[in-house]
């Protein structure tokens, strides 16, 4: 699949989100891998290793 049709695809919860308790969306580790670079908003699932 071309990387352009890739970002365009649906978010799957429970592989690429899920709601914490608070009921605020949190991107998985596999999300934020596949979506390829960090955002450097402190994501609690960061594999860039970014912390703020």
Do not use: I, S
Not at 26 to 48: D, I, S
């Amino acid at each position: 699949m071309p990387k352009e049709e890739e970002n365009k695809r649906e978010l799957k919860e429970g592989e690429d989100y899920y709601f914490n308790k608070n009921g605020l969306m949190v991107f998985t580790e596999k999300y934020l891998l596949k979506r390829g670079h960090c955002c450097e908003n402190g994501c609690k699932h960061c594999p860039y290793g970014y912390r703020k």
